[in-house]
């Protein structure tokens, strides 16, 4: 048996115990926290003590809302950020500087480009993409994941042209004249991933784009290094198709697997997963599928979001919805009805009305204690939506780095109230429980970055977003991060804080988040122990 004790340093419990002496673990479990004699006492003489030098200890964070295997992807293809991209021109180059370095015909991908945040504040299109390459594929995804520019000869390969209908759920866009502008949304991502990939129809955009599992696994290695150099020992990957369940069960069985890890599994696999008779969750202590993902809208952060009133920018665009009303309570509803938790993904506030009414419907009809369905992203609810969800008892699963990348392009297309993005404090204030997330790639993994954001409502472009009535507090805000996420998944006995009998995922921290001026808090350096 392998016991420790740590002491010397600040001890972040995550509980009512504020800042105990001492925290004694044995074979990975959390045995006492309190005094050091009594520490010392509960795993014996011959356990070793460490001296944390200073040094905070706590629990690792969780991440509750990811896409961990998009994130490892995503890194090998070329970097379309706006800091690395501050133009389509700037764009352009990059990307045909990739090609150059590729076979010939391979397609060129690039990731995570903002309109908001362009010189020219438009998309890319098919025409800007030709200038890379027309002798082979080049797609752009938007940082959202929700949409894909592609050129003319993947147009043409995808055999999509003016005349093609939009699917249900999704938008093929066009210009003035009709054509075809090579920009995809939501549902219509599906064409991406060609006759032999994962296929999700209108329950979400398709970002599972097919490789090679060896390199999907290498994908994932890269992307699990990332989190836990930020002390992320617990991820929900919240869009699971068979492409990530093969990976995550092939990640376990190689040994690969670093993370304890949670899976909701997309809505377009709830009829197979019904059959089976999944009525709970399966699995043990490091993976585990929890229930079921379905989508509502499009993003705020692609101007798709489902709103009430018009965007600023075009007084007949109210967002994207992926199902109907009737269709959105008929998913919801049969996954309630045998004991699954659900995320539904509700950025706009009509599309949360909307998941509202539905898990309204299903608790009416199957009353359940406690279930935690939880509203993904959460970005614009009223507080209408927000009182009923404090009184449903619904989870807001938050990422407060987008309202710092985005939240000023959001506000400027949302026009009135959508500088009100991601209100936090508006949530705690009704009792709303909260969990803070990543939604990786879209913002990288960075707990203590988020945790910035979520209290001073900063802008990247300068100054706040909306006012600080929206903000919550850094000691809110960690709990967010770790508790917060534990609950949102159901593993608060076993993760998120540090209490006798709970896994010993222990981070330390080169500062104190709770005693330094809120500017340091994103400089902390986070390592994970063991």
Not at 29 to 50: H, K, P, Q, Y
Not at 173 to 180: F, S, Y
Not at 226 to 244: C, M, P, W, Y
Not at 335 to 347: D, E, P
Request: proline letters at 4%; glycine letters at 10%.
């Amino acid at each position: 048996m392998t016991a420790q004790v740590f002491t010397g340093g600040d001890i972040l419990t995550m509980t009512e115990e504020r800042y105990p002496e001492a925290l004694a673990i044995r074979d990975g479990i959390i045995i006492a926290v309190g005094a050091l004699a009594d520490c010392r006492a509960s795993v014996g003489s011959g356990a070793e003590v460490i001296d944390l030098g200073g040094r905070v200890l706590m629990p690792g964070f969780i991440d509750a809302h990811c896409h961990p295997l998009m994130l490892g992807q995503s890194l090998t293809w070329v970097d379309c950020s706006p800091d690395q991209v501050p133009s389509i021109e700037a764009m352009v180059k990059l990307l045909a500087g990739r090609g150059g370095t590729l076979r010939a015909g391979a397609p060129i991908w690039g990731y995570g480009y903002h309109q908001g945040r362009l010189a020219e504040r438009r998309h890319p299109n098919r025409q800007d993409l030709d200038l890379v390459a027309t002798d082979r594929p080049v797609m752009v995804m938007h940082t959202s994941g929700h949409g894909i520019v592609v050129n003319t000869l993947m147009l043409q390969r995808m055999g999509v042209d003016d005349a093609t209908p939009d699917p249900d759920g999704g938008v093929i866009e066009r210009d003035a004249a009709g054509h075809a502008t090579g920009l995809l949304w939501d549902a219509a991502t599906d064409l991406i991933t060609g006759e032999g990939g994962v296929k999700i129809t209108n329950h979400g955009p398709n970002f599972h784009i097919p490789d090679a599992q060896s390199e999907l696994l290498d994908a994932l290695d890269l992307a699990q290094d990332i989190f836990l150099a930020k002390g992320v020992t617990t991820v929900l990957d919240a869009q699971v198709s068979r492409r990530e369940m093969s990976v995550w069960l092939a990640a376990r069985d190689l040994g690969r697997l670093r993370l304890r890890t949670g899976m909701l599994v997309l809505s377009s696999l709830l009829d197979e997963v019904l059959a089976l008779g999944l009525n709970s969750t399966l699995g043990d202590d490091q993976l585990a599928f929890l229930g079921i993902k379905c989508y509502a809208d499009g993003s705020l952060t692609s101007y798709n979001a489902n709103i009430s009133a018009d965007y600023a920018f075009d007084p007949c665009h109210h967002g994207h919805v992926y199902h109907s009303d009737s269709e959105l309570k008929d998913l919801i509803g049969r996954a309630h009805a045998v004991g699954l938790q659900v995320g539904i993904h509700a950025q706009g506030d009509a599309a949360i009305r909307s998941t509202l009414d539905a898990i309204q419907q299903a608790q009416s009809m199957f009353p359940r204690s406690d279930v935690r369905h939880r509203v993904e992203h959460c970005g614009l609810p009223g507080d209408e939506e927000i009182a009923r969800m404090a009184d449903l008892g619904v989870f807001a699963v938050n990422q407060s780095q987008h309202h710092f990348l985005y939240g000023k392009a959001v506000a400027r297309a949302v026009g009135a109230g959508g500088d009100r993005y991601n209100p936090l404090g508006s949530l705690h204030r009704a009792g709303v429980e909260v969990a803070l997330s990543s939604d990786a790639p879209v913002s990288m993994p960075d707990p203590l970055a988020t945790v910035f954001a979520a209290v001073t409502r900063a802008s990247v472009e300068g100054g706040v977003v909306g006012d600080l009535s929206e903000s919550i507090t850094v000691e809110q805000a960690l709990w967010a991060h770790t508790m917060g996420g534990a609950r949102s998944m159901h593993r608060e006995a076993k993760v998120g804080s540090l209490a006798p009998g709970k896994f010993a995922d222990l981070i330390t921290l080169d500062q104190n988040p709770l005693k330094v001026a809120v500017a340091e808090i994103p400089f902390i350096q986070a390592r994970v122990l063991g």
